[in-house]
């Protein structure tokens, strides 16, 4: 269960390095002025910033719970084949999500992609539920 959480940190690493690049790339390029980042991100910023900065905050916020769930099964000792199976679906999910919004940012895929990874967690989560109750 720790390399998919692993795996998944890693790649949110790698997000957050490539919103200081363009930060600093707009920033240098002339395109922004620093100060429309002083409070977070103004109506200023450029739309190719701009979207890394939100997708990286979308890695913080469900991501959040796959993590809880993950250190629950293994501190639980519950962790097996299907719910190692389910973690790394859901992180193949989440970076076909990162593909997508990165990159064509075309929204029914976009959807696909967010939605599938949130149904997976669920499970991830039932199949926890179930674990612990049969045990």
Do not use: K
Not at 85 to 107: D, E, K, P, Q, Y
């Amino acid at each position: 269960m720790l390399f998919p959480m692993l795996a998944l940190m890693g790649w949110t690493f790698c997000v957050l390095l490539l919103m200081g690049r363009r930060r600093i790339g707009a920033v240098q390029g002339g395109r922004v002025h620093a100060r429309e980042f002083a409070m977070g991100e103004s109506a200023a910023v450029p739309a190719d910033v701009g979207i890394v900065n939100r997708h990286y905050m979308n890695l913080l916020e469900m991501p959040l719970v796959f993590y809880a769930v993950c250190i629950t099964f293994y501190v639980t000792r519950q962790a097996d084949l299907a719910a190692v199976v389910l973690a790394w679906l859901f992180v193949a999910l989440r970076l076909a999500h990162s593909a997508v919004h990165l990159g064509a940012n075309r929204i029914v895929h976009r959807l696909a992609a967010f939605a599938s990874s949130n149904f997976t967690l669920m499970g991830l989560w039932g199949w926890l539920l179930f674990r612990l109750a049969s045990s």
